[in-house]
């Protein structure tokens, strides 16, 4: 039966795991995998996402089923969360899904069911799931230019060229903050224009935002979304709550749509959830029960805002020390982009040969594309770290 097989194509970031683990050296440095660490490299469980699941194992008294979106106030708190208090929820509809994974699937699927020939496309570079995802759901995918790794910005002229190719009915997948792998974000104003270029082409903007909070803070990080929603008829978000509440392995997000009008969303939410039917059935419930209790509950909410907030702060500091331990052992300006990016990661801008031989000479662990987890960053080391970036440059 399955002696026809090839080797399935292996993730290279978690095959990084292995060898970071595999590696004797003391000193190694894991700038892999995206998951948020504390300065002990520590990923803890959130304080307010503690005392919720707490809350929830006293006073659950049934795990019968919820029904195909999940929990029904998570669903509504995640919308609020993420459009905002102004934002018209009558015509967006929510459906709570395994991860923001789940999520982007979820809103493919839905994609596929209205509009089957539509291409979906895609920033270059993105992260690496989400070709395989939307090709998955049956999508055809094309991409646009999103990054220049030279100077760390965005190719925002490059990016609208692109898309001005695009035909009616094609979905645009925008991240809605924290760019994976780049760190590079659009502006308020870029946000804006390539609202009106959605609307002027009849193109379905499709945002996928997994690390609200961790840019320039959680209002401030769903910006460009709204901006998008306030101008646009229609879109489709991808929420993730593993990182900003650190619920990686409970698989919490949510796939979100905003209509024309109430009943055509409750359409599209339906079918939505159809797919969901088809795929898993229901979500599961503990990760996000404990995420509804702690964005109603007033004290909890603030105490997981200071958290979320403390690790934003963190990351920016370490993006600032470290630019300039890279300008004093470099001499030069070549990496002070890590200061402007935001969110959890940077493309440094090495090759791969270069991002091999951090790895074999000083246990610098990195993505083959040079991307770095700004969280993983050593403290206490950042000028040896920046000496060995250096000591592999041209
Ligand atoms: N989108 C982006 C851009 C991501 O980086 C991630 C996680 N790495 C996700 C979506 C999905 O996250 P999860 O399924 O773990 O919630």
Request: proline share 4%.
């Amino acid at each position: 039966m399955f002696e026809d097989l090839q080797p399935a194509p292996t993730d290279k970031i978690l095959a990084l795991i292995g060898l970071y683990r595999a590696d004797p050296r003391t000193d190694k440095v894991d700038l892999g995998v995206g998951v948020y660490k504390d300065r002990a490299g520590k990923t803890v469980v959130m304080r307010a996402v503690r005392a919720a699941e707490k809350r929830l194992l006293e006073t659950q008294d049934t795990k019968t089923y919820l029904g195909l979106a999940g929990d029904l106030a998570f669903n509504a708190a995640m919308a609020d969360l993420v459009f905002g208090k102004s934002a018209d929820v009558t015509r967006i509809r929510s459906a709570q899904a395994p991860g923001g994974s789940g999520a982007l699937r979820l809103a493919a699927e839905l994609l596929k069911r209205t509009r089957p020939d539509a291409v979906v496309w895609i920033s270059n570079p993105t992260w690496p799931n989400h070709i395989p995802m939307m090709r998955g759901a049956g999508l055809t995918v094309r991409e646009y230019p999103y990054f220049d790794a030279e100077s760390g910005t965005v190719r925002f002229d490059a990016m609208l060229a692109a898309l001005k190719e695009a035909k009616s009915g094609d979905a645009v997948l925008l991240h809605g903050c924290c760019h994976n792998p780049t760190g590079a974000n659009l502006t308020a104003a870029q946000w804006a224009e390539v609202a009106d270029l959605l609307v002027a082409r009849g193109l379905l903007p499709f945002v996928d935002i997994a690390y609200q909070g961790f840019g320039e803070g959680l209002e401030a990080d769903a910006a460009g979304l709204r901006i998008v929603a306030g101008k646009v008829p229609e879109m489709l978000v991808a929420a993730s709550c593993s990182k900003n509440f650190a619920v990686y392995r409970d698989r919490v997000g949510a796939a979100m749509i905003m209509g024309r009008t109430g009943p055509e969303a409750d359409m599209a939410q339906g079918h939505m959830l159809a797919a969901a039917r088809t795929l898993y059935s229901m979500p599961p419930d503990h990760g996000a029960a404990a995420v509804r209790i702690v964005l109603e509950d007033k004290d909890l909410r603030a105490d997981w805002e200071a958290e979320l907030e403390e690790m934003r702060q963190r990351m920016l500091r370490l993006r600032v020390a470290f630019a300039e331990a890279l300008r004093r052992q470099s001499n030069s300006d070549r990496f002070d982009f890590i200061a402007e990016h935001r969110g959890m990661f940077s493309r440094l801008g090495l090759r791969e040969d270069q991002v091999e031989r951090l790895r074999a000479e000083h246990g610098v662990y990195m993505v083959g594309d040079s991307r770095i987890n700004v969280a993983g960053l050593p403290e206490d080391g950042l000028d040896k770290l920046a000496k060995a970036i250096v000591s592999v440059l041209d």
